[in-house]
């Protein structure tokens, strides 16, 4: 896990610039494409109450998942003020599109800062809350491809890869000799293979019937609701898009985005939201304006809110509690 010191914090910092910077010049490109008259005019659509909403919703989502995190949390026997826990998970979206996930372990190094969690107790966090996000943004697809019966197929590869991922994490006893042949073959890591082992048995703690189920909803609820801002957003800009379509579309843009690995899904997710809303007879300029307003209504409205809690999730961070406290015996 890496230690965050001020200078790896700046260099964040600097590749997140440098990912807005990119974005922005990707949009202004595709811009000068489609016409920015016509793109502009599009945007002037979006008063300050359309805006609002779709900010709201996009809030919606990030305390479904925080809720969801902090059920985590409990189920793992971390124990944290719920202050606390939204501080570093709302921090952790400062780094969204810097590579490596970075964001994530950043939340893991300040539960270690701040309460001692060692990281093999609080790694299931993060592979919970990713897994979390799969699993609900997968079901939102599977629920709307009625809208976009032609990606069937695909959505189902997805599907068949979110299964194994799931498989892997409810019983990890079955992938024990996986683990090993791969350790085999690689003939070096033995901490790392035998890391991989750990995290994958704490994870499955996480697939309790009751809190699955709790955990689904939560995701599912707030994705929906970016989903709903999408929605809105097209009707806004006068795109004749059915609900089932923009729910889908929305879905397995995140979908692509993920699975390309990049920072923020950034180029994927734009590239297959763009496609998709041209699939369906959504004029050019009209498809690179919502793109782009839901993408900074959603990722780069979490990177801010992110950039903003940092601050005090690092003061918080230095000041260890007395007796390091913040861990109780987990009962599977």
Not at 192 to 197: C, E, Q, T
Not at 240 to 264: T, Y
Not at 317 to 324: M, T
């Amino acid at each position: 896990m890496p230690a965050f010191s001020r200078s790896s914090l700046r260099r964040a910092e600097h590749l997140t610039v440098l990912a807005v910077a990119l974005t922005l010049g990707a949009f202004a490109a595709a811009g000068v494409a489609t016409g920015w008259r016509e793109v502009t005019a599009h945007l002037a659509r979006l008063d300050a109450a359309v805006v609002a909403g779709l900010l709201a919703l996009s809030l919606a989502n990030y305390a479904a998942r925080a809720l969801r995190w902090r059920l985590f949390e409990g189920r793992l026997g971390i124990r944290v003020p719920p202050g606390h826990s939204a501080l570093f998970f709302t921090a952790g979206f400062a780094l969204t599109t810097t590579p490596g996930k970075v964001g994530e372990a950043l939340r893991l190094w300040l539960l270690e800062r701040r309460h001692a969690i060692p990281y093999a107790r609080s790694a299931p966090l993060l592979i919970g809350d990713r897994i979390g996000d799969a699993n609900a943004v997968m079901a939102l697809c599977l629920l709307s491809l009625v809208g976009f019966a032609a990606y069937a197929w695909l959505s189902l590869v997805f599907l068949a890869a979110l299964v194994v991922a799931n498989a892997m994490l409810l019983k990890p006893a079955l992938f024990d000799r996986a683990i090993g042949l791969g350790f085999q073959l690689a003939g070096r890591g033995a901490r790392l293979f035998a890391g991989l082992r750990t995290a994958l048995r704490r994870n499955a703690l996480l697939y309790a019937p009751r809190l699955f189920a709790a955990a689904l909803v939560l995701s599912m609820a707030g994705w929906a609701a970016e989903s709903l801002a999408f929605h809105w957003l097209l009707a806004t800009l006068g795109a004749d898009v059915a609900p089932a379509q923009s729910v889908f579309i929305f879905a397995f843009a995140m979908l692509v985005g993920a699975a390309s690995m990049l920072p923020g899904g950034l180029g994927g997710t734009e590239a297959t939201m763009m496609g998709l809303l041209l699939a369906v007879g959504v004029d050019a300029d009209v498809a690179l304006a919502a793109t782009a307003v839901i993408r900074l209504t959603t990722l780069w409205f979490a990177v801010l809110l992110g950039f903003l809690a940092l601050p005090a999730a690092l003061r918080v961070a230095g000041r260890p509690a007395a007796g390091r406290p913040g861990e109780r015996s987990i009962t599977a």
